[in-house]
């Protein structure tokens, strides 16, 4: 992001509506008073940064912890009322980019290939499993330096329960001090899918452990809910890239304002803030 750019502010109450997740607005709920406020934060923000092009998810991510639901539909409802104008772009295989952009702006198209470079190179599969990984390992690290022991790795079994309701598995178990957790470490710009969500904390119910969800983002409806199953959301914010992508961290950074690091540990606050609930918690 250029140094121009504004971040947004805006309400971060989550929805109340326990069955609407990222999906289109069902017919039949009152229409939410969530996306007009998403929609002149976007006036506000596109006001400040009328000199610029974001895309979809970078856009989303900036107006976080809202829905990303939310601040997509009001950016779509902004292009179809004409106040943002908006062009697509082949990003890797079939998919596409939605660049997104003031009515105003004219010179545009280099600000846009010079980001679409990036996303693309981010997008690599080889990287985005790498980011995955690297994760995985420095959170499992992390948590063994504070006297974690692990139950396995890729696992669905704990103690003398399988499960086999579907082919999922949680990425870690660890206990200490008689408290088990499964983990699962989301390193993404997206939330994890709703789906995928219910699944784990089935799982982890039915195993009898406590779900531990390590994620870079996440709503705070999702986070109720993980709460609500007696585990604990840890989110981390900036999205882990491995030691070798420092110049790309450092484009994602400066080119696109959004948060990205290249750590060779977990900062201790993240798992400070997570021992302090564990140490409340009973076996």
């Known amino acids: 992001m250029s140094a121009a750019t504004?971040?947004?502010?805006?309400d971060d109450e989550f929805l109340d509506y326990e069955d609407i997740y990222e999906a289109e607005w069902p017919a039949g709920f009152p229409r939410d008073s969530k996306v007009d406020e998403a929609k002149q934060a976007l006036k506000d923000f596109f006001a400040?940064?009328?000199?610029?092009?974001?895309?979809?998810?970078q856009l989303e991510v900036f107006f976080e912890p809202v829905f990303h639901w939310i601040t997509s539909t009001a950016i779509n409802e902004l292009i179809d009322e004409g106040f943002l104008k908006s062009e697509e772009r082949p990003l890797l295989g079939s998919t596409t980019i939605k660049f997104v952009f003031n009515k105003g702006h004219r010179y545009y198209k280099r600000q846009m290939y010079e980001k679409l470079q990036i996303v693309r190179e981010y997008s690599r599969p080889e990287?985005?499993?790498?980011?995955?990984?690297?994760?995985?390992v420095l959170f499992f690290n992390a948590l063994a330096d504070r006297g974690f022991s692990s139950h396995g790795q890729n696992t669905n079994?704990?103690?003398?329960?399988?499960?086999?309701?579907?082919?999922?598995?949680?990425?870690?178990?660890v206990e200490r001090d008689g408290k088990v957790y499964g983990a699962e470490v989301k390193n993404k710009w997206g939330y994890i899918?709703?789906?995928?969500?219910d699944i784990k904390l089935r799982m982890c119910n039915f195993?009898?452990?406590?779900?531990?969800?390590?994620?870079?983002?996440?709503?705070?409806?999702?986070?109720?809910?993980?709460?609500?199953?007696?585990?604990?959301?840890?989110?981390?914010?900036?999205?882990?890239?491995?030691?070798?992508?420092?110049d790309l961290v450092k484009r994602i950074k400066e080119k696109l304002g959004l948060k990205a690091d290249c750590p060779r540990a977990i900062p201790d606050g993240i798992i400070d803030r997570f021992m302090g609930w564990h140490n409340t918690q009973k076996a």
Request: proline share 5%; charged share 25%.
């Open 6 to 10: 504004t971040q947004p502010m805006i």
């Open 207 to 246: 195993l009898g452990i406590k779900p531990l969800f390590i994620m870079r983002g996440s709503p705070k409806h999702y986070n109720y809910m993980i709460i609500k199953a007696g585990g604990y959301a840890m989110i981390f914010e900036a999205q882990i890239y491995p030691f070798g992508q420092k």
């Open 157 to 173: 079994e704990f103690g003398s329960k399988r499960w086999t309701e579907t082919d999922h598995d949680l990425d870690f178990i």
């Open 48 to 57: 400040k940064n009328s000199e610029d092009v974001f895309y979809m998810q």
């Open 127 to 136: 990287i985005a499993s790498a980011c995955g990984r690297q994760a995985e």
């Open 193 to 197: 899918d709703k789906d995928e969500l």
